[in-house]
């Protein structure tokens, strides 16, 4: 999270009146987002969170909505939060709010290596984290900032009922503490506080020289929806409490990085997913020791990748053209004149 004395820019997107939408809760004066109802494209999210940062893109984004912003001083941290199930959130304070056209499924993979590839030296914090999914990708300072973070469900209810939990503070109303639904949907709230506790330990992440990115998704009012309906009592009352969940969140990682971070929401109803794409919900499976497996997905690109391989085969070449360079001499060796044994046995032939 960082760029000037330290970069650090948090993305939470959210969804403004009707249908899904972009909205930046909190952004930094010289980060300029221009209010209006231009529609921005789900698909470019990623590019939007990289021009923010600073980084150039593939293709240019002909968007009005975010102008030029000065070259040499850039937010510290991004943080993108995209929930899921909702058709808008009562935000009562946000920077500017966009309506999102074709939200398909998108990840800041492409953003967390460029970050990596420029910042490598600084290790700078990347975390992606589903908690729904029981995903979560960690590079630099995020392994030992964030080690102690609950990511499985079983390790965020335990979190539940222990102290500092957020069941002591939120009117849960409607909501039950034995449903698996809500336990899911609560999750997702104490993730949400666990990491700006963690983050108010580690202040110094926002004074370095590199740039932090954050990646979370929440799936837990989409839980709520298809159990309860949209209608029910069960459904308002979560609504209403990620929203002020939310709001907190956004002005507490703003003032954490000295008012130079970006804060966006994406609340999206359903993804309009491509047909290879397979999602399940994690209510409808209890355990499952390897989800990728059945689907023989390859493991996440390691960065060391390209040192190791060239390491390995410059040493594999270099130790075969040494035993080539060795055989060729021994080949092509004289024992009277180039071995000291034979040598030494023809003087003591002379010599008889």
Do not use: C
């Not at 990840?107 to 995903?135: G, K, M, Y």
């Amino acid at each position: 999270l960082s760029v000037s004395r330290g970069w650090s820019w948090f993305i939470l997107t959210l969804r403004g009146v009707h249908g899904d939408s972009l909205t930046v809760l909190q952004a930094p004066e010289f980060v300029s987002f221009q209010k209006g109802d231009w529609p921005v494209s789900g698909e470019k999210i990623p590019d939007l969170v990289a021009l923010t940062m600073g980084f150039s893109v593939q293709e240019d984004l002909s968007w009005p909505g975010l102008q030029v912003g000065p070259l040499f001083q850039r937010p510290r941290a991004n943080v993108l939060v995209v929930v899921r199930g909702v058709d808008s959130l009562a935000l009562p304070q946000s920077v500017a709010s966009y309506p999102l056209e074709n939200p398909v499924p998108f990840t800041l993979d492409s953003v967390a290596e460029t970050v990596h590839s420029l910042f490598a030296e600084d290790t700078p914090v990347v975390l992606q984290l589903a908690p729904s999914e029981e995903r979560l990708y960690m590079l630099g300072k995020a392994n030992a900032v964030f080690e102690d973070l609950p990511v499985t469900l079983q390790q965020i209810r335990a979190r539940l009922s222990q102290d500092g939990s957020v069941l002591a503070s939120l009117p849960l109303n409607s909501l039950s503490r034995n449903a698996e639904a809500d336990l899911l949907f609560l999750s997702e709230v104490q993730v949400l506080h666990d990491i700006t506790a963690l983050l108010q330990r580690h202040r110094h992440l926002a004074k370095d020289h590199s740039p932090d990115l954050y990646s979370l998704e929440l799936s837990g009012l989409e839980e709520l929806s298809r159990l309860y309906g949209q209608d029910s009592a069960q459904y308002r009352d979560a609504t209403a409490i990620l929203a002020s969940v939310l709001q907190k969140f956004g002005e507490d990682v703003y003032g954490l990085y000295g008012n130079s971070a970006v804060v966006e929401v994406v609340t999206v109803k359903t993804f309009e997913a491509p047909l290879t794409r397979k999602s399940r919900s994690i209510l409808q499976s209890q355990q499952t020791s390897n989800p990728g497996s059945p689907y023989n997905l390859a493991y996440k690109y390691n960065f060391n990748y390209a040192v190791i391989f060239n390491i390995v085969l410059w040493l594999m070449i270099a130790l075969a053209l040494a035993v080539i360079a060795v055989a060729y001499n021994l080949w092509n060796m004289d024992p009277g004149y180039d071995s000291i044994i034979y040598r030494m046995t023809n003087q003591k032939i002379r010599m008889d």
